[in-house]
C-alpha cells in the first residue's frame, strides 16, 4: 500500500533555531495536513494545504509556522524559531480529496525536541 | 465546538480476551464523520474505520467491530479475541469541514500473553 514517508524521524534543536520537517506525500494525493502530539496529549490539527495554498489553519499554526510544496512531491513544514513547547512528535498526513469523510493517510511522525 | 472524549487511558487485558474501547463525541454539525485510527509502537497513525452520522449500522471487520450510536452520542470500538499485535494506541477522531480531525485523547491496549 502506498505511504507518506516524513524525514528525519527524529530531529533535536537548539531553542531560537529554525527547523524544517519533510514529507513525501502519497503521489496522487492533492491535500495535505501537518497534525501534532505533545507527548502524553492529543493529536492536534496543525494546518491543511491544496493547491499551493493553506486551506485552513488552527490557533497553533501562528507566524512562526510555515508550510511549503517546494516541488511536486515534497510537503514541509518550518518553524522559524522554535520553542520548548514545540517539542512534539509532527505527522504529515495526505488525502485524495478534502470531503469530511476522507480516509487520511499518515506518516511515520518526526520527533522534534528542542533543548 | 467538536470534541472527543475516549474515558479509558489505558486498558490491559490477557490474551484471547474481549475488549471494548469507548469514544464519545460532541458536535454541533448534522452530518459528520467518526474515525478510529491505531497507532502502533511505530508511531504512525493507522486508519481503520470511518462511519457517517446517517448510518447507525454496525460494522465488523474480522476481530473488530463498532457500535455507532447517535443517541448516546458514541462510536465504541470492540476487539474479540484480543492478540499481542492488538497492542497500540487507538484514537477515535471526528471529522470537521476540510478535513480537520478533532482527535479523542488515545487509549493504550496492553494485551499481554
Known amino acids: 500500500e502506498p505511504e507518506v514517508t516524513q524525514t528525519p524521524s527524529h530531529q533535536v534543536t537548539q531553542m531560537g533555531q529554525e527547523v524544517i520537517l519533510r514529507c513525501v506525500p502519497i503521489s496522487n494525493h492533492l491535500y495535505f495536513y501537518w497534525y501534532r502530539q505533545i507527548l502524553g496529549q492529543k493529536v492536534e490539527f496543525l494546518v491543511s494545504f491544496y493547491n499551493n495554498e493553506i486551506s485552513e489553519k488552527s490557533e497553533i499554526f501562528d507566524d512562526q509556522f510555515s508550510v511549503e510544496r517546494p516541488d511536486g512531491s515534497n510537503f514541509t513544514l518550518k518553524i522559524r524559531s522554535t520553542k520548548l513547547e514545540d517539542s512534539a512528535m509532527y505527522f504529515c498526513?495526505?488525502?485524495?480529496?478534502?470531503?469530511?469523510?476522507?480516509?487520511?493517510?499518515f506518516g511515520s511522525g518526526t520527533q522534534l525536541s528542542v533543548l | 465546538a467538536q470534541k472527543v472524549t475516549q474515558a479509558q487511558t489505558e486498558i490491559s487485558v490477557v490474551e484471547k480476551e474481549d475488549v471494548t474501547l469507548d469514544c464519545v463525541y460532541e458536535?454541533?454539525?448534522?452530518?459528520?464523520?467518526l474515525f478510529w485510527y491505531k497507532q502502533p509502537p511505530s508511531g504512525e497513525l493507522v486508519f481503520l474505520i470511518r462511519r457517517n452520522s446517517f448510518d447507525e449500522q454496525n460494522e465488523i471487520s474480522g476481530r473488530y467491530s463498532w457500535n455507532f450510536q447517535k443517541s448516546t452520542s458514541s462510536f465504541n470500538f470492540t476487539i474479540t479475541a484480543s492478540q499481542v499485535v492488538d497492542s497500540a494506541v487507538y484514537f477515535c477522531a471526528l471529522s470537521r469541514a476540510g478535513n480537520m480531525l478533532t482527535f479523542g485523547g488515545g487509549t493504550r491496549l496492553m494485551v499481554k500473553p
Open positions: 458536535t454541533r454539525d448534522t452530518t459528520y464523520y
Open positions: 498526513a495526505s488525502s485524495a480529496g478534502a470531503a469530511r469523510n476522507e480516509k487520511l493517510f
